[in-house]
């Protein structure tokens, strides 16, 4: 009997978590724009990711120099023209959008560590811990961001895997505030003060009940982190400050197109084009995004 009435008493909780998921991917599709940035930026990833594939069946190399070619028009044989050296400026974008892609993500994951880590506990914890921790985050966001990337980058040397810690450890700050907020309104719910009644620690609470309910919020701020994270790693590879060649990311390959674009235009319209409908696509399915997770939007 008693099993029974704890199925029964589970069922709206299992009902209600999937409307609410169900009802935002609903209302997502009906956001044709959102739908249609997601989808293309889908797309753009999985080609990039694909670009070792694509450069076996081409016979394509992104480092490979053909220095009697040189720059050439798009073609029959390379689709999107080559660059001084006589790569193939496909490949090369491919293998370009891999690097920013991949900084875009790696950065938001560190950034969404850091972030989701620090908001909670200020919020949780309040009082004068909260204060200073707020205060800390005041005096970062005073900082130049793009100047304090460039000063770790050139401490720490120009490796890949440091530009992705660099850039994240400078993209938090927004985010914490968010998390907190949502932190200071979650912990005087009844299930936080059941949770304490039944003496779980503090760090208990913040890892198993606060942070699983404040996801909403941080999957739509990732989503409108990534290009912000992209175009910052692209201004850092136009300053000569991001990865080196014969390796390319987007921000790299239109620093060297904007440097011939009189000349030779096609080496800057191709990355800069893709660049920009990537960035405008998670623009867009973040907003769309954010609508559909939107609690007050919510329709049965």
């Not at 050439?72 to 790569?87: I, K, M, N, Q, V």
């Not at 309040?126 to 205060?135: A, E, H, L, S, Y």
Request: with cysteine.
């Amino acid at each position: 009997m008693s099993n029974d009435a704890t199925d029964t008493a589970s069922l709206p909780l299992e009902e209600e978590t999937f409307s609410l998921w169900g009802d935002a991917w609903h209302r997502l599709k009906e956001n044709r724009l959102a739908f249609f940035g997601m989808l293309f930026f889908s797309v753009v990833g999985l080609v990039c990711f694909l670009a070792p594939v694509i450069s076996l069946i081409t016979g394509l190399q992104y480092d490979e120099q053909n220095l009697q070619l040189g720059a050439s028009a798009p073609s029959w044989s390379h689709w999107l023209g080559t660059d001084d050296l006589g790569r193939d400026l496909f490949i090369r974008i491919l293998y370009g959008g891999r690097v920013s892609i991949g900084v875009g993500f790696a950065a938001t994951c560190v950034s969404i560590a850091i972030g989701v880590t620090y908001g909670a506990i200020a919020g949780y914890l309040g009082k004068k811990t909260d204060m200073v921790m707020m205060r800390i985050v005041d005096i970062l966001y005073s900082l130049p961001f793009l100047i304090f990337v460039i000063l770790l980058t050139v401490y720490f040397g120009r490796n890949i895997i440091l530009l992705f810690v660099a850039i994240g450890c400078v993209e938090w700050l927004t985010l914490s505030r968010i998390v907190r907020g949502q932190v200071l309104h979650l912990k005087v719910q009844q299930f936080v003060e059941v949770a304490l009644t039944l003496g779980s620690k503090k760090s208990s609470i913040i890892k198993k009940h606060l942070i699983p309910n404040v996801l909403g919020p941080v999957i739509v701020y990732s989503t409108l982190t990534v290009p912000s994270v992209m175009l910052l790693e692209s201004a850092l590879s136009f300053l000569g400050m991001g990865v080196q060649p014969p390796m390319s990311s987007w921000g790299s390959l239109i620093k060297d197109g904007a440097e011939r674009m009189e000349i030779y235009p096609w080496q800057l319209i191709f990355p800069a084009l893709l660049f920009s409908m990537t960035l405008f696509s998670l623009n867009f399915f973040g907003d769309g995004l954010r609508d559909a997770l939107d609690p007050k939007d919510s329709r049965r």
